[in-house]
């Protein structure tokens, strides 16, 4: 039998978080979220572009209207540039792909927590009375046989569950928003590729100076 392989990375990445104990109990107190259902804060995101809409689209306008500052009017005429859409639609493509696969486990993680969460710690767990020590002497009628009657360990899994489901659900607020910026990029890039196509269809000689 071999020794065990010593791992070359940090066991603990993440330094253990200081203990609030505000009430001098000596034991952590609940945090901000416990107790709490935080399963509206979950995002659903999703992929809606099958196809990405084509770079020969008119982009919108991003500008926004806010108050703030305006860009700079830019009124030289620009040096030459070349821009290859085929590449830039090639990563698009990809991306989306990538993105589709990121929803699907997600949703997988998703679904699971809300399935489980009200028991997969055991809460409201239950065992079937069974009355211990029968023997020929003592055959005499119990009405708990065969009632359900709360697991000990059922308390225990009330509160751990009360500070995991919520912790639970920010960890999938942030991998849900996590997906959902990356499809803001994805859709920033085809913007993109719209903006350059319109500049290159845009792109002709002026007409020639009025004669005199």
């Not at 000596?26 to 709490?36: F, I, L, T, V, Y």
């Not at 305006?70 to 990809?94: C, F, H, M, N, Y």
């Not at 005499?140 to 509160?159: I, K, L, R």
Request: charged letters at 30%; aromatic letters at 6%; proline letters at 9%.
């Amino acid at each position: 039998m071999t020794e065990p392989i010593d791992s070359q990375y940090d066991q603990t990445p993440l330094p253990e978080p200081e203990m609030v104990d505000e009430d001098g109990d000596k034991a952590a107190d609940p945090s901000e979220d416990n107790g709490k259902d935080l399963s509206h804060l979950v995002p659903d995101p999703e992929v809606v572009w099958d196809v990405p809409p084509s770079f020969n689209i008119d982009p919108t306008d991003l500008s926004g209207g806010g108050d703030g500052p305006q860009p700079e009017e830019i009124k030289e005429p620009s040096a030459d540039l070349r821009v290859d859409l085929g590449a830039l639609r090639t990563a698009e493509k990809s991306m989306l792909t990538e993105a589709r696969g990121a929803v699907d486990k997600y949703e997988e993680v998703r679904a699971l927590v809300a399935a489980v969460k009200d028991t997969v710690f055991g809460q409201g767990a239950t065992d079937t009375y069974e009355r211990g020590g029968d023997n020929s002497n003592s055959m005499s009628y119990d009405p708990q046989q065969g009632e359900s009657v709360a697991n000990p360990f059922a308390a225990t899994g009330e509160t751990f569950a009360a500070e995991m489901n919520p912790a639970m659900e920010r960890a999938l607020l942030e991998v849900g928003s996590t997906i959902e910026k990356l499809g803001e990029y994805i859709a920033l890039l085809n913007h993109s590729g719209q903006v350059y196509a319109e500049a290159d269809r845009k792109s002709r000689f002026p007409a020639p100076p009025a004669q005199a």
